[in-house]
């Protein structure tokens, strides 16, 4: 198969340099090795490009209209490779994510917003459904699903972003109504607020004091399918609710919601990060994956952690307080025997 873009380059560098000599030199070649790219050109094209005498060089009619579209084609395939280097760097293009729609739409979302803001040249699409997508139907470029990916087809690249922790919460108007639950024994006494869709309730998985898995059912009069409405209704003191942390982790902060039975945890759902195994991952891909990989872990345990942190703020205070009171008394010391010592 014949080489279109043969003896193009030399071509058009040998009319803007004016001599095949000068054209040689800013290519890095021979002036013959000019001259024959050329002379193999004008005979794959049948024409004559140049009329050569001893002393000068100029196009012929063929030449000059030939050289135009020449000069414009690699205009195009030098904006081309610029365009590549750049997009190695900056994130370009358009990116397309598909999310679950409340996990996307408090977690997901934001993040992949604060990338647009600061890429101007990516062009983001995000959609929200809690569908399984398929990415080459539907154009997707990455998809976050929770749930293990045995059902994965074989040509995708999955990296798990951690598990999503559901706790028990309730708000303290309604623990001081009705008690605080020490046991999951101890739930068959409270009201739950709970996740229902058509006719069916899902019953709260949850381990026992032996670490017996156990599936709860509680005393319940509200129902929804949004869970949404049911960390509302929590705060409300209208129930125990079990809830992914992420959703509550602000009501959690604030003390609208207090968790309960932390010791009997139930089963963690598995979230991950999915896009079609290639073999050169674009720039705005890389960029986004590593976005997700670094911001949304946290957010999935975030919750869980509220307590240990205060805890752990709460140690940092203690051990300041007792260096400073360390160190106050070691000066009172100093000073004691630099008194006794006068």
Known sequence: MTDRLAGIAPFVHAVEAGSFALAAERLNLTRSA?????ARLEERLGTRLFQRTTRSQSLTEDGAAFYSHCARALAELEAGETSLAAARHEP???LHVGVPVLFGRR???PLLLEMAARYPRLELQISFTDRIVDLVDEGVDLVVRSGRLSDAPADLVARKLGEQTMVLVAA????ARHGTPRCVADLA??????????????PWPLSDQGGTMREITMKQRLRFDDLETIAEAAKAAAGIARLPCWLIADALRSGELVKLLTDTPGPRVEMHLGWRRTRHLPTRMRV??????MRVPPMLTIGTEAEQERDRDRDRI?????RRSKARQAGNAG???RANSL
Do not use: F, N, T
């Open 34 to 38: 000019v001259g024959k790219s050329i």
């Open 92 to 94: 370009q293009g358009r």
């Open 107 to 109: 977690c997901v979302a």
């Open 172 to 175: 303290p108007e309604y623990l």
């Open 189 to 202: 006494h409270h009201h739950a607020v709970v996740y229902a869709s058509g006719r069916r309730e899902a």
């Open 288 to 293: 986004a994956i590593d976005l997700l990989m």
């Open 318 to 322: 203690v051990s300041k307080a007792g």
């Open 335 to 337: 000073r004691r025997l």
